[in-house]
């Protein structure tokens, strides 16, 4: 396909002989030779015009490439010949002409003579860049070059997007004469030769002419072709000027030896890159990739998060730059990094991507898999070397930031899960101190590994939403905790998801010290579980949503606890469903049905309960404590009470108050007592001396009294 034009071609005009093409332009075709588009070209034309690029400012994005294409041509045959003695300097121009509503891009390339105009302008089906590595393709010395040539598209034709009337003057080295070549873009053109005026200062290359629509005025003016310059050329390797102003100064700091970029290069190209300039990186990955996919890179992990990262977590797209050969190509492509990664800011560049026709859309290929890929795992050893810092409050505050997004991979990343799991974070029954500066020690899942008892089997956790306090107090943890194994406290309800796409880590099972079936703790006797038996199946008929009762192996001071059955919610994830906008009810209450009571058989309140069953079953009081006592646990337990099980619960306890204070019924309402009478307090004023001084205002304040009590229905206690 034919990126055409520059790539192949340039030239250098003077801005007054330009000035005078310009207004030649009219008669240019009255002499000329006139052809017409090839079928396919044609076609292109229109194709292009109304759907093949999405952004009219693109057009320039592909005649700077193709002017850069020239020049790359041009520098690298200089090599094969002897130019030496050429002085002319590699450059693309600009020149922006209002008054004549013209826009001029120049390239001092390798140009074009007749003969290649009609190959590369009127046709798609021939590339002269095309052509020109095929030429080369049997000659190492030529394949040595070939990174200097990317790939053609049609970039020529996009000037079509904006301009009716497109003309190319062109020369080569080797030709005196030059060309011009005009277009409508409606099915023919002409070539011609440039009148002997013009041809006494041209020395090489080309340009390309564009009269600007009517409507498209902001095409003429300089900020918006500095601003078109800077988002699409900006790392092109020539110099680019508007109206002799160089436009793209920073230099492409990814293509250089990594040894030789120092820290404060690094510094600096971040602001240039990032869209929320700050504090320097935190941390920066700068590395080649060579086999399927070549590429260079750049990534940087800024000190700040990014605003709204976790907000728009699922839309969010990484600050990464995708460029082809310098030229830049999309920063909101989603198949370079995973969400978790979003936070990241860089460039990535290849010479080999391949491009839809429009170069607006990449191809899914194998080869953007094996970017995505590298990429992932150089951001993952960036973070390790963080975490491997000799100063621990660098990965500290990482974690703090980016902590969530870590979490998020663990999800969602399965081809990097084990690379992540590392990098966790988190307190444990072991390490809830505090360092110096009152901050929480922090441990790592290998670290726990290590400290494991010989014959311990499981690694246990527990999730809670309330804070470290809360899960340090949970009975869940008191028998594992006083038989020594350590428990790790994970209190962000994201660490639910986390645990349940975790099953294991180096050989060790994650169980959730809230669930069914403890591994390594002891197990209660069997004559205890056949003693509480009886008890067990009565109580689960009282209580609604229980699956069964039974002795408990993980509890030493606390009375009971409801634990989950191995495919039930915990009672985190029970909080998290109920708060969903489409939650199930169905799966919600199939769930509850999930939960176990374990009870605590040298617990006085479970020995009494058991003392009374089995003198009278069928006592309602036995059946309302046990009521009450099971949704003492659950809450302790971390669950919720349902609406009506909470009216039912506080009655409960107002009973239980009445029975302590031998009341009797407390939902029985007394008549109501005969109160006294209230006596109001009297106020004296100072008076004169005969009693009368401040009457008047005692009055007063009896009549403000008295609407104050007409005002109220309730006085204060």
């Not at 013209?102 to 009609?118: E, P, Q, S, V, Y």
């Not at 110099?239 to 290069?265: C, F, G, M, S, Y």
């Not at 399927?292 to 709204?308: G, Q």
């Not at 936070?343 to 560049?349: A, I, R, S, T, Y």
Request: glycine share 6%; aromatic share 8%.
């Amino acid at each position: 396909m034919l990126r055409s034009l520059s790539r192949s071609h340039a030239l250098t005009l003077s801005r007054s002989h330009a000035l005078t093409l310009s207004r030649s332009l009219p008669q240019i075709g009255a002499l000329a030779d006139t052809h017409v588009f090839e079928a396919n070209t044609n076609r292109l034309l229109d194709i292009l015009v109304h759907s093949l690029y999405s952004d009219r400012d693109v057009f320039l994005r592909e005649l700077i490439s193709n002017a850069a294409d020239a020049l790359d041509k041009r520098r690298f045959l200089s090599i094969q010949s002897d130019e030496s003695q050429d002085a002319t300097p590699y450059e693309i121009s600009i020149v922006v002409e209002p008054e004549n509503r013209l826009l001029r891009i120049a390239d001092t390339g390798i140009g074009m003579n007749a003969t290649a105009m009609r190959e590369n302008l009127g046709t798609i089906a021939k590339s002269g860049t095309a052509a020109f590595l095929e030429s080369l393709a049997d000659s190492p010395k030529g394949s040595n070059q070939l990174d200097l040539i990317g790939q053609f598209g049609v970039g020529f034709y996009s000037a079509f997007l904006v301009s009716d009337n497109v003309s190319v003057v062109s020369k080569t080295s080797v030709d005196a004469t030059p060309y011009v070549w005009s277009s409508s873009g409606t099915g023919e053109y002409s070539i011609e030769e440039a009148s002997s005026e013009l041809s006494a200062d041209l020395t090489r290359g080309t340009e390309i002419r564009i009269h600007v629509n009517d409507g498209l005025d902001e095409y003429l003016t300089d900020s918006k072709i500095q601003s078109m310059v800077k988002t699409y050329s900006s790392f092109i390797n020539f110099p680019i000027k508007l109206n002799d102003t160089v436009l793209n100064e920073a230099k492409a700091l990814w293509l250089r030896d990594p040894k030789e970029v120092t820290e404060e290069e690094h510094d600096g190209f971040f602001q240039v890159l990032t869209p929320f300039p700050g504090p320097k990186p935190m941390a920066h990955s700068h590395f080649s990739a060579e086999g399927d996919v070549d590429f260079k890179a750049v990534l940087y992990i800024p000190s700040v998060v990014p605003p709204d990262f976790y907000d728009m977590f699922q839309t969010a797209k990484a600050n990464l730059k995708l460029y082809v050969r310098r030229v830049f190509i999309s920063d909101t492509l989603q198949d370079i990094v995973p969400k978790w990664l979003s936070f990241l800011v860089g460039v990535v560049d290849s010479d080999s991507l391949p491009l839809n026709v429009s170069r607006e859309v990449l191809q899914a290929t194998e080869g953007i898999k094996v970017i995505k890929r590298k990429v992932v795992r150089k951001a993952i050893d960036m973070i390790k070397r963080i975490a491997a810092d000799e100063d621990p409050e660098k990965y500290g505050t990482f974690w703090k930031m980016y902590g969530k997004a870590i979490k998020m991979g663990i999800i969602e990343d399965q081809p990097n899960q084990r690379r992540l799991l590392p990098l966790l974070r988190f307190q444990t029954s072991y390490t809830t101190k505090t360092d110096a500066d009152g901050n929480p020690n922090a441990t790592t899942l290998d670290d726990y590994v290590s400290r494991m008892k010989e014959d311990q089997t499981s690694i246990y956790y527990l999730v809670g939403s309330n804070g470290i306090d809360e899960l340090k107090r949970s009975p869940f943890v008191e028998m594992l905790d006083a038989q020594g194994y350590e428990v790790i406290f994970f209190d962000d309800p994201l660490d639910e998801y986390v645990t349940a796409h975790v099953t294991e880590y180096e050989g060790k099972t994650l169980s959730n010290a809230s669930k069914d079936n403890l591994q390594d703790v002891d197990k209660p006797s069997k004559k205890a579980s056949a003693y509480f038996k009886g008890l067990g199946k009565w109580w689960k008929e009282q209580v609604d949503d229980l699956s069964s009762v039974r002795v408990s192996s993980r509890l030493a001071s606390a009375p009971c606890v409801v634990v989950s059955g191995k495919y039930g919610w915990s009672a985190t994830m029970e909080k998290i469903a109920k708060l969903q906008a489409l939650a199930d009810p169905g799966r919600a209450a199939m769930m509850k049905n999930q939960r176990i009571l374990e009870i605590n058989p040298r617990h006085p309140l479970i020995q009494e309960i058991r003392r009374r069953w089995e003198n009278d079953p069928e006592d309602a009081g036995l059946v309302a404590n046990s009521k009450l006592l099971y949704e003492t646990c659950l809450l302790n337990s971390g669950f919720l009470l349902e609406a009506d099980e909470v009216r039912s619960h506080n009655e409960r306890i107002l009973q239980l108050l009445g029975a302590d204070l031998a009341l009797g019924d407390v939902g029985v309402m007394r008549d109501e007592l005969e109160y006294p009478d209230v006596v109001e307090p009297s106020s004296q004023g100072e008076g004169d001396d005969d009693g009368t001084r401040g009457s008047g205002k005692a009055e007063e304040s009896k009549e403000e009294s008295k609407a104050d009590d007409d005002d109220h229905d309730h006085d204060e206690l």
